[in-house]
């Protein structure tokens, strides 16, 4: 990959490691954005920063945290993978607005508004039903604009997702989902979805999480090129990035707290099924950080530019992160330079 | 009053303090649901707790919990207030299923879904739109029956309470709200609600709260007995009770850490309004426990019996706690003895 590349992954969430920093390193990576929460409430929240803090101590030469956009160049010029927090829930910030300045404080750049199901801000995608953003939701859409943390609605439902596109006067992403043109998965987006997302300048991270492709497992490298292509046509080249939803070296146990939580006395299979209740297999050409070049030569094979796709792999993420994850960001838009 | 009736309240919310004690006696009360909890999340409900606990060792001659429906007539035959603890809303379980079988073993019986806004687990008559039952809510409705802790939906949404009436098979109660016929708050119930309360043998717990009643503080006790009468009719004589909404001594603070939590950083004024934004005028007919013989003359005055008097002014209370606050009443339900 073009080493003036500046290569980002919107989404993983592993069992972190020297070794897994290294394949980072070894893919060509400059910044992750990973999963600090699903479920987490604000006290375990803390502990999960903690532990960040002391793998950026114990391996201070390989990561750093980006607690501003502007450390992403930072961190690629130390020759570091860069780490962005994000919690895939809304439960960091329990019932408590002020807490949301206090958790973006803390370097939580990105929070989803639900995971899966109902929250107090927004409707999740598992539920029959959506009655949009709640009276709390609507006031933690205009904080969150006004910190600089940015709105994620990848597990969230439509009308909930179209309401925070919206309400929100920053653009608003989906860190890692695909359309459900290519596959109609339950977390995959509506054409009416991604359209929202491309008019309000946000960005669309493509899963490579089996559950999210067509196939699963076997999906193939080409479809997911094809699927790539049709979406910078229909998004625009400059709406789409990578979220591959990397989960690597987590145990059941892991699978088992995203999909019941604490919410749930009967086990709830999410994604997948009591007949097929363990981690899906990986794709033959997507297994750890080090298949990202892979992808990128694929995608160069289709006739990207040098340019369009060194955005794509990670150029369109620091930009909407620019945009929408610094605090001046709500000031930016509504003086009209966005 | 008829010292063979027992008399309860459906709902107080005082600076509690051994003077609004000696009122309820005064006022030949022998039992009232306190509320414990209105945004307080586990551990501050503990915090509540533990207060409770250090009333009934510092004014053991003048209250006593009640854990169980049978401790009513405990609290009764010692002459002592008997307290029951009730929530109005489910912060006290955060996000964990688990926690109502705690919370009930330290004597929760009673539990709002939602106090005004959406809750985790259904929607409050403050929203917009109801989407009905969450995900959790259904299996905490489940959870709340297994373990006999009365499903309240005094602040809730009419689709979250009609499909709360639907999905419990232990009766669902609205602790303090009246019939929108007789005043439309948005806290008063529609006939549809009231409706399906009496065909789910619930209660309805009349509210003395001036928001909820015509006139508002001007409301007459000839107006209130006229939508007892009517109530009485609709929904049957054994379907009615008390359920005042009692708040003495009460700082603005308080109210407005009911109407607010910390969930606005605007002021939310709740059933009031930015020019109206304190609490309520008292009616000039009940300003404290000591005014419940006065009510009960005015309702004898209509012709009810003694008989039927005394259920409505606590033994329909007791007797509904008595089959859905208890451990076994769910499968007491199923076995068909209801």
Sequence with gaps: MNPDWTVVDGLQYSAWSREIFEQMHEGGLDCVHVTIAYHENTRETLIRLGEWNQRFESMSDLIRPVFNPSDIAVAKAEGKIGIIFGAQNCSPIEDDIRLVELMRRLGLMI?????????????????????????FGKQVIK??????????????AERS????????????????????????????KSNTVIDAIAANEGILGFSLYPFHLKNGPQCSLDDFCDMVVWTAERMGVERIGLGSDLCQNQPQSVLEWMRNGRWS??????????????WPDSLSWFSD???????????????????DLGNIMGGNWVDLLTRAGAPAARDHLVHGNS
Aim: charged share 20%; proline share 4%; hydrophobic share 30%.
């Design 161 to 188: 997702t179209l309401e925070a596109i919206d309400y929100s006067e920053s653009p608003v992403i989906v860190s890692h989902a695909n359309p459900s043109h290519f596959h109609p998965a339950l977390r995959n």
């Design 143 to 156: 904080e969150m604009n006004r910190v600089g943390m940015v709105i994620d609605m990848s597990h969230s």
């Design 265 to 278: 006395k009967t086990m709830d299979y999410g994604e997948g099924s009591s007949g097929n209740a363990g």
């Design 289 to 307: 950080s080090r298949d990202f070049p892979g992808i990128a030569s694929a995608l160069a094979n289709r006739g990207f530019s040098d340019t």
């Design 111 to 135: 929070m989803q508004l639900t995971y899966n199901n109902q929250s107090l801000l927004a409707c999740g995608c598992y539920e029959d039903d959506d009655s949009g953003l709640t009276r």
